[in-house]
T-cell receptor, first 111, second 115 residues
């Protein structure tokens, strides 16, 4: 059984640029959730996708958007990057309503 | 709204001694509670969860947690700490009445186990 994988591991961008982060869910899981973890803080919920539809959203602006594909993998897109977007971005997969299992994360640095 | 409080930024314990990491929560619906552990430069690793049933939940690596509804607490415990338990621990809650509900995390507690 393959666990949750994320790519890339690290990323450096400059303010105003756009970034796409990718997540492959664990085999058999149909739900993907994205979280932002700023340094020294707990993860904050960005949004969740279930069967290719957004299924809930946290307090993040519209420049944070996502997609889920038929194979349940997912992308997180962030437009117009700001310095405060620097964080560890975590993807978690699950069956809907069940325990979420996290990937290793993507470390985004915005300069 | 839902929230989690982890009142201790850091817990220090000697190897072999029992450890407790505290967590209190607030949720409007049925509480589903989770503990995750994070090692440096890694994602979150699931330890255990409370959904329903016995208030004492056993999880991975000898950890357990006790659900207390009246005190709205879900403290993580281990009878005998190991140096390798040193890591960042997160408590999380979600509303069990909503299958799509998000996880809300506490700010984390750093556990330091000294030899």
């Amino acid at each position: 059984e393959t666990g949750v994988t994320q790519s890339p591991t690290h990323l450096i961008k400059t303010r105003g640029q756009q970034v796409t982060l990718r997540c492959s869910s664990q085999s058999g899981h149909n739900t993907v959730s994205w979280y932002q973890q700023a340094l020294g803080q707990g993860p904050q919920f960005i949004f969740q996708y279930y069967r290719e539809e957004e299924n809930g959203r946290g307090n993040f602006p519209p420049r944070f958007s996502g997609l889920q594909f038929p194979n349940y993998s997912s992308e997180l897109n962030v437009n117009a990057l700001e310095l405060d977007d620097s964080a560890l971005y975590l993807c978690a997969s699950s069956l809907r309503g069940d325990t979420q299992y996290f990937g290793p994360g993507t470390r985004l640095t915005v300069l | 709204a839902q929230s989690v409080a982890q009142p201790e930024d850091q817990v220090n314990v000697a190897e072999g001694n029992p450890l407790t990491v505290k967590c209190t929560y607030s949720v409007s619906g049925n509480p589903y509670l989770f503990w995750y552990v994070q090692y440096p430069n890694r994602g979150l690793q699931f330890l255990l969860k409370y959904i329903t049933g016995d208030n004492l939940v056993k999880g991975s690596y000898g950890f357990e947690a006790e659900f207390n509804k009246s005190q709205t607490s879900f403290h993580l415990k281990k009878p005998s700490a190991l140096v390798s338990d040193s890591a960042l621990y997160f408590c999380a809650v979600r509303d069990g009445d909503n299958a799509g509900n998000m996880l809300t995390f506490g700010g984390g507690t750093r556990l330091m186990v000294k030899p």
